[in-house]
């Protein structure tokens, strides 16, 4: 894939894949101090959890004001939803706009999600920029070629060389968002990046389901949306930091 960021922007990425190979700033390696725990140098770096792993405060239905009844469940240290269960996708309590966003994740054979930012709840439907999460050889959206792949900007930028993990296994995921520049990584490596507002990125809004959404593209506080796809997915170690 073409790049679509600045010279600035990659010197940024620069630094921060620097900072995570140092542990200065960036999360460290969630399987060196067990799911859903900072480290003492984390917490001085400003990261903070999403997801405590036993219970589902911070989070609340989209659209919503409570938490879903069912759908969503707690197990063993994960945020799990509950095949065919409903509940409809969830949001945290809170907005953020520059940020790095880490999270854990394993989905179920056939299985489809994602992770969204970027989303408004005046637009009355959870639209926005979705970090893909699917079964990429039994969904049968993933079907339909890379940009509805593992680790996407669904349906706009395909990922770029995604190391994925099988079903079952688990992947680790990061999104980051720093002035208009976003990227997308998975499993240690970064599989996409783009610049909002960008001609590349419109070109790509153009071709995509979202050539209609007036504010796709665009920058504003979001929340951090997980989504309901009715099939079975597993999430912990959700942490964020603000840039």
């Known amino acids: ?43 001085r770096s400003g990261w903070k959890l999403l ?49 790095e966003l880490t999270f854990d994740w394993r989905i179920a054979t056939g299985g489809n999600s994602g992770v969204k930012y970027l989303i408004d709840e005046k637009r009355g439907a959870p639209v926005g920029h979705e970090y893909q999460v699917i079964d990429d050889a039994a969904h049968p959206d993933a079907a339909h070629g890379p940009k509805r792949q593992t680790a996407a900007l669904y349906d706009a930028l395909p990922p770029v060389g995604a190391p994925v993990k099988p079903p079952g296994e688990i992947n680790q995921s990061r999104i980051v968002i720093r002035g208009a520049d976003v990227e997308h990584w998975l499993n240690g490596k970064r599989v996409v990046q783009y610049t909002l507002g960008s001609p590349e990125l419109m070109a790509a809004k153009e071709a995509s389901k979202f050539r209609k959404e007036a504010h796709w593209g665009t920058k504003f506080a979001t929340p951090i949306l997980l989504q309901d796809h009715q099939d079975e997915v597993w999430y912990r170690n959700i942490r964020i930091r603000p840039l």
């Open 51 to 99: 997801f405590d792993g036993t219970s589902t405060a911070g989070w609340r239905g989209f659209g919503k004001s409570a938490f879903p009844t069912q759908g969503w469940e707690v197990q063993d240290g994960w945020l799990h939803h509950v095949p065919k269960a409903g509940g409809g996708d969830i949001i945290t309590t809170e907005t953020f706009t520059d940020f």
């Open 1 to 43: 894939m073409k790049s679509i960021c600045s010279p600035a922007w990659r010197r940024g990425s620069c630094v921060l894949a620097l900072a995570s190979v140092l542990g200065l700033g960036c999360a460290t390696d969630p399987g060196s101090r067990g799911p859903n725990i900072l480290s003492a140098q984390e917490a």
